[in-house]
């Protein structure tokens, strides 16, 4: 087990979560995954600067000890900054990346997803939201039974948007020669409430006990750990992170599907 701790260092466990001990020298790491053939290979993300900040993909053959470069020259510019690299089970040398567009002298914030190979060539994922700059996607898990991506949403912090609301959306295409075929599927939606602002509504990871299951967290009022059986389309939830939800509030009623309006 290896996790990256942003800003400061990288740990590491033998024993299942029990122990950790420091890997390497502090990096500001934003996002870790460990290859699935070879334990010691672990490609990662890094922020260079704190605001309006360039980042890169890096690549470790040595468990985290030493780094190198993980994008092509060919790129005008590494993607900033990166929230979570996930490599596909069913095919090893793809990897999609969830994060924030820009790069040197700009600090453009539109929501960006990205498709990589092992050989550190990247490439822009069509975003389930196109170009709006107030929803960005968040979080990304992978159900290799079905070979489906999903994603989900994030209101940037003082925009608040009822008709969208927090949707979780799915593409089996994911693969798709040309990411211009790439198509997203909106799957359910919590609707926002008017204290909403700046939510997240992400996906977490696929298994447990079910090997179906699907796992998601939302925060702010509606905050809480969720599950579906049922390929997203509804949920329960299964645990509170704070005491109460909202006045009025009935979190699990609020889940609909399928989502129109769009």
């Known amino acids: 087990v290896a996790q990256a701790e942003s800003a400061t260092r ?19 790491l934003t996002a870790l995954a460990v290859d699935f053939e070879n334990p010691n290979v672990l490609y990662a993300a890094e922020q260079l600067q704190t605001y309006c900040a360039t980042a890169q993909f890096l ?20 993607p900033q900054p990166i929230a979570q690299i996930l490599i596909n ?13 820009g790069g040197s002298g700009r600090c453009s914030n539109y929501p960006v997803l990205w498709r990589g190979d092992r050989q550190g060539n990247w490439e822009r994922m069509p975003s389930p939201f196109g170009d709006k700059f107030y929803l960005f996607p968040a979080g990304l898990a992978f159900d290799s039974t079905t070979n489906t991506l999903y994603t989900g949403t994030e209101v940037a912090y003082g925009y608040y948007s009822p008709r969208e609301g927090l949707t979780m959306w799915a593409t089996t295409n994911a693969s798709a020669t040309t990411p211009s075929l790439i198509t997203w599927t909106p799957v359910s939606r919590l609707d926002v409430s008017p204290w909403g602002w700046g939510e997240t509504f992400r996906p977490l990871a696929i298994g447990g006990r079910s090997p179906t299951a699907l796992y998601a967290y939302t925060n702010g009022w509606d905050g809480g750990l969720w599950k579906s059986t049922d390929k997203g389309k509804t949920w329960s939830l299964i645990r509170l992170p704070v005491p109460h939800i909202g006045p009025g509030t009935d979190a699990v009623n609020r889940w609909t599907s399928p989502v129109t309006g769009h």
Not at 59 to 78: C, H, I, L, N
Not at 89 to 101: H, I, K, R, T
């Open 10 to 28: 990288l740990y590491k466990s033998g024993d299942a979560g029990r122990r950790w001990e420091v890997v390497g020298t502090p990096r500001n």
């Open 89 to 101: 089970p069913n095919n090893p040398n793809e990897f999609y990346a969830v994060g924030l567009s």
């Open 59 to 78: 690549r470790s053959a040595d468990g985290g000890v030493t780094w190198s470069k993980f994008y092509s020259e060919r790129q005008q510019y590494p």
